[in-house]
């Protein structure tokens, strides 16, 4: 499995493998407008054009989405409301991930894709959203606080680094 810009959005290298690759995804994620914040739909073609927003295709099909910036400072992940981040340092972000495929592993492999560019990575979810939080755990994440949006919503706070690799535990009230 490759990552390559020779492929346009949609398009593999024709081997069958899931392989990560820039562009857009028009599915059905839409996350509430914020006053003075650019539409979903507007976000996601300023990622495109800042070269952060992925797909993960599979037999020329596009089966995921996601936004990955290696070394990015998030002024969201600046200071937890509760807890602390387990590592500081440059870090990489994951954002937007969504799946659209009845294949299992698109998100391991497009987390995994992620993993192999940067060895600090902070990503948050809802707290509800317990198939997401025991997905980043299992794929070596750690809860590490509350991460308060801009918007003054909560999620929780997961990162991996090679220490957290190391170690067990670290879930998240369940």
């Not at 937890?80 to 592993?105: C, D, F, K, N």
Request: charged letters at 25%; glycine letters at 12%.
């Amino acid at each position: 499995m490759e990552h390559t810009k020779d492929h346009p959005a949609g398009s593999s290298p024709g081997d069958g493998s899931l392989c990560p690759g820039p562009g857009i995804h028009a599915g059905e994620w839409k996350p509430p407008s914020v006053a003075g914040k650019p539409s979903p739909e507007e976000q996601i073609l300023e990622d495109i054009r800042q070269g952060k927003s992925h797909v993960c295709t599979y037999l020329g099909e596009v089966v995921g989405v996601f936004y990955f910036a290696p070394e990015e400072v998030d002024p969201t992940y600046d200071q937890l409301v509760e807890g602390t981040w387990r590592e500081e340092g440059p870090y990489g972000v994951i954002h937007r991930i969504a799946v659209g495929s009845r294949e299992q592993g698109v998100a391991s492999r497009c987390l995994d894709w992620c993993w192999e560019r940067c060895k600090n990575i902070r990503i948050d979810t809802h707290e509800d959203n317990l198939p997401m939080r025991r997905f980043l755990e299992k794929q070596g994440f750690r809860y590490c606080g509350v991460v308060r949006l801009e918007n003054g919503s909560l999620r929780l706070g997961y990162q991996k680094t090679i220490n957290t690799m190391e170690q067990k535990g670290g879930s998240h009230g369940e």
